[in-house]
């Protein structure tokens, strides 16, 4: 079957460093993709992986492992304004036009 | 002004009844998609469109149905609306070409069925 799997919550500390962890299981694998979604808010795009490594932009980085089915988001240096939900997702060649298969989503909450 | 826009952003209506969701872009994606999302079930995809004359079923598409009525416009119809498609539901876009995977969503409509 295909599935995602992320933690449904993780909890940090403003100025520290989370890493939110995406496990898959596909057999049609294409690529990793990561949504934050603002309470209320439209999910928006993040960054996209789609060979192994880490991919940065600013504070966040992403990175992909294939062998392992495994990816993380990593957000540093966090701010409150980064409270949020934040959704992977995998592209499937297996699925018609390569439809996304996305996770449940990890409530991140900082606090002070 | 958002690129991709949803109209209502709420709506509370009644078992049984028909209701349309609009979504108008001005991004010029040809592709739009529809989507679900259920606390703790992250987005599933209802239908979605490559083009004007290409409309395709997703995951969960039973009780709904979509029309395209230009480039720029994918409504989405609950023809007999019941409380278990209360819901946010977004509309997107993308444009592989230019912009390879992403999704660019508009700002949610939420559904309430009573």
């Known amino acids: 079957g295909q599935s995602l799997e992320q933690p449904s919550e993780v909890t940090a500390v403003e100025g520290a460093i989370v890493q939110i962890n995406c496990t898959y299981q596909?057999?049609?694998?294409?690529?990793l993709s990561w949504y934050q979604q603002h309470d209320g808010g439209a999910p928006t795009f993040l960054s996209y992986n789609a060979l192994d490594g880490l991919e940065e932009t600013g504070r966040f980085s992403s990175f992909l492992s294939r062998s392992d089915s495994y990816g993380y988001l990593l957000l540093q240096e966090l701010q409150m304004k980064d409270s949020a939900s934040y959704f992977c997702?995998?592209?499937?060649?297996?699925?018609?036009?390569?439809?996304?298969?996305w996770g449940a989503g990890t409530k991140l909450i900082i606090k002070p | 002004d958002a690129d991709v826009t949803q109209t209502p952003r709420n709506r509370i209506t009644k078992t049984g009844k028909r209701i349309m969701l609009e979504c108008s872009q001005t991004?010029?994606?040809?592709?739009m998609y529809w989507y679900r999302q259920d606390p703790g079930l992250g987005l599933r995809l209802i239908y979605y469109?490559?083009?004007?004359?290409?409309?395709n079923k997703g995951e969960i598409s039973d009780g709904y149905s979509v029309s395209r009525q230009a480039q720029a416009k994918f409504s989405l119809s609950l023809e007999s609306a019941i409380p278990n498609q209360t819901a946010l539901y977004f509309c997107a876009t993308s444009d592989p070409a230019r912009e390879g995977g992403k999704l660019f969503f508009g700002s949610g409509t939420q559904l309430s069925v009573l």
């Open positions: 997702a995998v592209r499937d060649v297996r699925r018609s036009n390569y439809q996304l298969i």
């Open positions: 469109s490559f083009d004007v004359k290409d409309i």
């Open positions: 991004k010029g994606h040809d592709r």
């Open positions: 596909t057999s049609g694998f294409y690529g």
